[in-house]
């Protein structure tokens, strides 16, 4: 049988979104009007609003939040002041310390299709069902800075997200990717551990706001570091 729209049932083509087949036309009508960052709306947020007295005796935790968690929203704003916000599938975290906020991590779908994932993972990306095994570390900023602690994060990270991903969207993942953008030099990935697989081309990857169901766009671009993490079996 064929796939069926989520939401009114239709036959007609449907399209990936947000881990449901939509049809076109559903698609249309859920569309907010609001322009730019995929929901992720700016509000205020300050870090002292956001204490989390479950997590204060622990030197360090994760606790998903929504996309939309305003906290979140605006570290991730501020690191990526261009971004058009998250698409696809994703899972992210604010980090505490002690019950404290000092920052976020985030995950989310690759880009379909990359050349350097597919040899790296030995599978074909292009084809959703094998993109939905990697997730893309598409987010890591701390506020607070001591020795050691952007490698403890992402260690945690590792282990919960896998955990996670497996939990909400019944997939094994096999691994993660993320991109470096210079001066950075990811030295907090080759600390943990991941493979260094080269430069990008310079040539963006992202899904356009209104097509990112259907194809990947091209724009021009920052070359970019590319790291992976292959979890063991």
Known sequence: MGRKCHYCGSEEKVYQVFNRWVCLECIKRRRTGKRGHSGMIPRPAHAGQYTDLLTWKEPLSLVPVRKSYPLFVKW????YPKSKGIVGRSLNFLIYRYGEPIGIIGFASPPLGYRKFSEFFGIDTSVIENANKILNNNVFKL????????TQVLKLA????????????????IGLVTFVEPPRIGTVYKADNWVYLGMTQGIEIRRNTQEWYRKNVNYNGTKKHIFAYRFKK
Do not use: A, I, M
């Open 158 to 173: 590792r282990q919960t997200v896998k955990r996670l991903y497996k939990e909400k969207y019944g997939d094994e993942l």
């Open 143 to 150: 506020v607070e800075s001591e020795p050691n602690l952007g």
């Open 76 to 79: 991730f704003l501020e690191h």
